[in-house]
Every structure is written in structure tokens, then in C-alpha cells.
């Protein structure tokens, strides 16, 4: 079975920029998550979908982050503009469904300079 | 709201010997409990998860946890440590919220194994 996919693996842009990272889950798997994981800490979930619809998105910055789920399978999440401080690991999980277990994905490395 | 504490953020052993890491977490009702591994430039692998019933649970590698209500802890526990187990280690507690089960994770543990 495949695991969840992310892309790029590494991303390196200056503040202001902005960004998108892609994910594509594991096949059926219904909910999907995106987690911000700064250095030193654990990760932080920013949105998470049930299908294509926003199931949670009270932690994430919506005035600079941005997340959709066309069609219920993959997912992007943009940042735009880019702040220093968003310097972190994007990981994406997704599961069959809420209640069950997390499958995560290799992440995605981003550092705003 | 939910939290995890693990209290010890960098931990040594030597290979061959037991481990335990700590985990307390705080949560009004029964929660679902986790254990995560992550090594360097992966995602986050689950090792093991209690949801009910038997308060040891085992899980992959050779790692088991036991949730203690009376004490709000969740300690991972391996009798023998091998290289290959160096890794950072997170417990997560699952509640209520956003639709359910929202994972609130502690900040880890980092585990290095002396030769």
C-alpha cells in the first residue's frame, strides 16, 4: 500500500513569497490533515478535511494560509506572504476516517529567509 | 483543553538497556492515547495507541505503553534498546473538538543510543 505522498521535500524562499505544498493521500482514505511542525516542537494541526469539506480550521492563519481539497483526494496548502517564523516542517496525515489512526507523510521542509 | 507534557527532552541510553519514556497528559474525559516515532526526515510512524480496555498495550518494535488514569500518564517502555531505536518520540492525546479526535501532540523526546 502507498503511503502518503507530499511534494516538494524541500522548499527554500525569502519572506513575502509565497508557497504551495501538495499532498496526496493514501487511496480512500477520507480525512485528511495538515500539521505545522516548528523545530523543538510537536507538530500543530492546521486544517483537517473530511472529504473535501473543512472539518477544523481554528488554528490556522487564515489571513496568510490557505488550504483546499478539490475533489476529496489531494490536497494543497499555500502560504502567501511568507513570515520568518513559518520556518517549519508540513506534514500531511490522512486516515479512513476521524476516529481512526493517522498515516503521515514524509513532510515538507520549508525555510523562509 | 487537551495537553501533553513529556517531561524529559533528551534522553541517552546505552543499547542493550531498558527505556522509558515519560508522557502525562491532561484530559477532562477517557482519551485516546498515542505514541509516535519520527527518525530524521520522516514522517511521523505510529508505534502503538490505547483507546479502551487493556491498560498495556503493545505495539511495534517491541515497544509498549501502560495508561495509568490515577496518575494521567502514558509512559512508553521498552525492555531492550537497539541502535536502530534513535529517533525523537512524541506522545499525542485525542478528544473532543473539530469534528472529533483532535490530536494534541507534546513536544517529544529525543532518544540517542550509546554503542
Known amino acids: 500500500e502507498a503511503g502518503v505522498a507530499q511534494s516538494p521535500r524541500y522548499k527554500i524562499i525569502e519572506k513575502r513569497q509565497s508557497v504551495a505544498f501538495w499532498c496526496n493521500p493514501i487511496s480512500g482514505h477520507a480525512t485528511l490533515y495538515w500539521y505545522q511542525q516548528i523545530l523543538g516542537q510537536g507538530p500543530k494541526l492546521l486544517i483537517q478535511f473530511q472529504n473535501n469539506g473543512v472539518v477544523d480550521d481554528s488554528q490556522l492563519p487564515k489571513d496568510r494560509f490557505s488550504a483546499e481539497r478539490l475533489k476529496g483526494v489531494d490536497s494543497t496548502l499555500k502560504i502567501q506572504p511568507a513570515k520568518l517564523e513559518d520556518s517549519a516542517v508540513y506534514l500531511c496525515?490522512?486516515?479512513?476516517?476521524?476516529?481512526?489512526?493517522?498515516?503521515f507523510g514524509p513532510g515538507t521542509r520549508l525555510t523562509v529567509l | 483543553a487537551q495537553s501533553v507534557t513529556q517531561p524529559d527532552i533528551h534522553i541517552t541510553v546505552s543499547e542493550g538497556a531498558s527505556l522509558e519514556l515519560r508522557c502525562n497528559y491532561s484530559?477532562?474525559?477517557?482519551?485516546?492515547l498515542f505514541w509516535y516515532v519520527q527518525s530524521p526526515g520522516q514522517g511521523l510512524q505510529l508505534l502503538l495507541k490505547?483507546?479502551?480496555?487493556?491498560?498495556l498495550v503493545q505495539g511495534i518494535k517491541g515497544f509498549e505503553a501502560e495508561f495509568k488514569r490515577s496518575q494521567s500518564s502514558f509512559n512508553l517502555r521498552k525492555p531492550s534498546v537497539h541502535w536502530s531505536d534513535a529517533a525523537e518520540y512524541f506522545c499525542?492525546?485525542?478528544?473532543?473538538?473539530?469534528?472529533?479526535?483532535?490530536?494534541?501532540f507534546g513536544t517529544g523526546t529525543q532518544l540517542k543510543v550509546e554503542l
Open positions: 484530559y477532562g474525559a477517557t482519551p485516546y
Open positions: 490505547y483507546f479502551s480496555g487493556d491498560t
Open positions: 496525515a490522512s486516515s479512513l476516517e476521524i476516529l481512526l489512526s493517522r498515516f
Open positions: 499525542a492525546v485525542a478528544g473532543e473538538g473539530g469534528g472529533g479526535n483532535k490530536l494534541t
